[in-house]
Nanobody, 119 residues
């Protein structure tokens, strides 16, 4: 089992920045990939970015390229999402997820942290 706990959300003005954290615990040695998703009210959950746990390679959704950066600290079992130039349309519940089996789906999910971008 892997437990994921997100933090760092809040209210920010348009153009501002936030840095989200997702702390993993449990069988963290089994993690292959971690990712961030978001879900706005009335919309489907959408992929933001993912990072391979061992290599650190990353992949981003087009909507956040150049504004968001995913990173990880293996020693702390934590993945981060640095979000810059935030827009009102970035308002959503942000969740992290973990892949255990390569090529499979996301096996574990956190509860999420709310990000609200508003003036």
């Amino acid at each position: 089992q892997v437990q994921l706990v997100e933090s760092g959300g809040g209210l920010v003005q348009p153009g501002g920045s936030l840095n989200l954290s997702c702390a993993a615990s449990g069988r963290t040695s089994s993690i292959n990939t971690m990712a961030w998703f978001r879900q706005a009210p009335g919309k489907e959950r959408g992929f933001i970015a993912r990072i391979r746990w061992s290599s650190g390679s990353t992949y981003y959704a087009d909507s956040v390229k150049g504004r968001f950066t995913i990173s990880r600290d293996n020693a702390k079992n934590t993945v981060y999402l640095q979000m810059n130039s935030l827009k009102p349309e970035d308002t959503a519940l942000y969740c992290c997820a973990a892949v255990i089996v390569p090529g499979g789906g996301y096996d574990y999910w956190g509860q999420g942290t709310q990000v609200t971008v508003s003036s």
